[in-house]
């Protein structure tokens, strides 16, 4: 799996999701939901139930990012890598959820101006689609929630 911040293409080959949502705020607003720990809090629960613990990010290309859920099992861990980072129009980077599919996965959000706020593009490469596009569906209807 490839995590190249200049390259946009996805081989059909590789198993990957991809969502296009609208959302109902600015770019910017949208492009730091994705970054900001007082916010990632109250959308990016992977079961729905959870609860972020810890958020760690170093907002920068090479950065790290780790964030710890509590869930009514255990604990649970997803982190990376910031590959690209150009606010407010993409954020790319490397994700790691054990929990939740084995090995490295590769994330690409674009975010464009829309009528009504913004339209995003999300792309993981890395998992298979029936695996993950309705946790990720769910997730980002709590951010639409969040930016209101």
Known sequence: ??????????????????????????????????????????????????EIQEVVAQHRVGGLFWIRERDG????????????????????FTLNVPEHFPGTSCVTVSIAPSTNGSVMSFIQTGVRKDSLEATWRKMFDSLATVLR
Not at 14 to 35: G, K, M, N, S, T
Request: charged content about 20%.
């Open 73 to 92: 099992i255990g604990m649970s861990d997803r982190y990376g890598e910031y590959r690209a980072i150009d606010r407010p129009g993409r954020l790319v």
């Open 1 to 50: 799996m490839s995590c190249d911040p200049d390259n946009s293409t996805v081989a059909l080959s590789e198993p990957y999701i991809h969502i296009v949502q609208i959302f109902a705020a600015p770019p910017e607003a949208l492009f730091d939901a994705w970054l900001q720990p007082q916010i990632l809090h109250r959308w990016m629960s992977f079961n729905g139930t959870g």
